[in-house]
């Protein structure tokens, strides 16, 4: 169903900070039809996630698959693993050295290898969103489509200062991986969602709260199979999404692309508020026609991009059912 063809290797790759890759190994996955026979969408992967993204294993084989919303039976399934992201055996040494826009870049190097020249939709939830927006906004007819999930265009104040609290934990904890998850898992979800789930209960056999025996689980889970410099370098990927830094303005970057663009917020995430979503709707709307917000409606905050997939198919069918494919 879904494969992995030998790394892509990148030659000669720079930074924007500088630092030089001889050779920087560029891990994907292809699943559904074969490459160059139909449609491709790319899916960028979140903070802990890779590029399996559907099969047996898949992080989003709910919302990818065959019959599912994003049909492999309709279409070609690329992901690519950020390299350092710890699915693999390549380690980035300074996380400092990379942001958001190199990542693009690295992905943009790698569909120039595949011979992609255009894709029919990126999409990705968080962090991999970012990613998506700043592949758009340095390879403006790269994709029809551009759907960024529980994401936006640019960190914000607020998700700065979490970035910068993990990297803190990352730092000076003597569990790092663990507390920096427990801390993460605040922002994934939302006060009413822990209150739905665990009602101030009592875990009896520990004789600590649900809530707390939860968290430690969590952080106990992740610290199993992540590492410290992978879970450092993602955290620094968030902190610097900003598709204007250094560059021209959010209008003069965004106009130059004809893709749509549809924007889906979730009403009780704390990190990429659907207030910011909104923000940036408006922005858009006032240069360019073909730009759409949606919204999930759900307690379970950040993360219900990786929960609500009954909602999720509802508002990309639009897109993906096969009769919207150009003929």
């Not at 927006?133 to 994709?143: D, F, K, S, V, Y």
């Not at 106990?220 to 204007?244: A, C, E, F, P, V």
């Not at 922005?283 to 360019?288: D, P, Q, R, V």
Request: with cysteine; aromatic share 10%.
């Amino acid at each position: 169903m879904e494969n992995r063809p030998s790394p892509i290797i990148i030659q000669d790759f720079i930074t924007e900070s500088g630092a030089v890759f001889h050779s920087l190994p560029l891990n994907f996955t292809l699943a559904g039809q074969p490459l160059h026979s139909a449609p491709i969408v790319l899916v960028n992967h979140a903070l802990t996630g890779n590029a399996e993204v559907t099969g047996e294993n898949g992080w989003w084989s709910d919302l990818i698959g065959e019959g599912k919303t994003i049909d492999t039976a309709v279409y070609t399934i690329l992901a690519f693993d950020v390299p350092g992201n710890g699915n693999t055996s390549f380690i980035v040494e300074n996380h400092l050295d990379f942001t958001a826009r190199d990542v693009a870049r690295i992905f943009i190097e790698g569909l120039k290898i595949l011979n992609i020249e255009r894709l029919f939709a990126i999409i990705g939830g968080s962090v991999g969103g970012g990613i998506a927006w700043e592949t758009l906004a340095l390879a403006p007819n790269i994709t029809e489509h551009l759907i960024p999930i529980a994401s936006d265009w640019k960190s914000t104040d607020w998700l700065i200062a979490n970035c910068f609290l993990q990297e803190q934990i990352l730092n000076n904890s003597s569990k790092p991986i663990e507390d920096a998850r427990i801390h993460a898992m605040l922002c994934y979800r939302s006060p009413e969602s822990f209150k739905e789930k665990f009602q101030r209960t009592i875990n009896q056999d520990l004789l600590i709260f649900n809530i707390e025996s939860w968290l430690a689980h969590h952080g106990k889970k992740l610290q199993q199979r992540y590492q410290l410099s992978s879970y450092k370098l993602m955290n620094q990927l968030l902190k610097t999404i900003d598709i204007t830094r250094n560059t021209q303005n959010f209008e003069n970057l965004l106009s130059k692309s004809k893709a749509s663009i549809h924007i889906i917020g979730i009403n009780s995430d704390l990190f990429f508020t659907a207030k910011e979503n909104k923000e940036t709707y408006v922005e858009l709307k006032k240069f360019k026609d073909n730009v759409f917000y949606s919204e999930i409606d759900s307690v379970h905050g950040h993360d219900a991009f990786l929960i609500e997939y009954k909602q999720l198919d509802y508002l990309l069918a639009g897109i993906f059912k096969a009769e919207t494919i150009k003929k």
